[in-house]
């Protein structure tokens, strides 16, 4: 059974560091592009960051250009967000989703329907 499961979350303060990480079983990420996502209450889904299964390209929302750092882990079936400087604005329920033959400026804009995405893990930046 496909899944993906995200860790990682939790409190912190404004300008602290966070790593989120997106494990998948059932599958292998090394075929999808993969995107990280947020959605705070009230407020439509957000793509932050995607990185296509050629590592190469990547793209980051402008909201998180110079702050997240996506990465992936083709071998161990991952996919890690650092997330640096963080403020009050980015606290959301952060998930990920994957979908095989996307771009990455696509994924992030929410232009597809997702083939996977995980249940998230809350962040919240607050002091």
């Known amino acids: 059974q496909a899944q993906l499961v995200e860790s990682g979350g939790g409190l912190v303060q404004p300008g602290g560091s966070l790593r989120l990480s997106c494990q998948a079983s059932?599958?292998?990420?090394?075929?999808?592009?993969i995107g990280w996502f947020r959605q705070a209450p009230g407020k439509d889904r957000e793509g932050v960051a995607c990185?296509?299964?050629?590592?190469?390209?990547?793209y980051y929302a402008l909201s998180a250009k110079g702050r997240f750092t996506i990465s992936r882990d083709n071998a161990n079936n991952t996919v890690d967000l650092q997330m640096n400087n963080l403020t009050p604005s980015d606290t959301a329920v952060y998930f990920c989703?994957?979908?095989?033959?996307?771009?990455?400026?696509?994924?992030?804009?929410?232009?597809?329907?997702?083939?996977?995405r995980g249940q998230g893990t809350q962040v919240t930046v607050s002091s």
């Open positions: 989703a994957v979908r095989r033959f996307a771009t990455v400026e696509n994924m992030c804009m929410n232009k597809y329907t997702d083939d996977y």
């Open positions: 059932g599958f292998s990420l090394a075929f999808y592009t």
């Open positions: 990185i296509a299964s050629q590592f190469s390209n990547i």
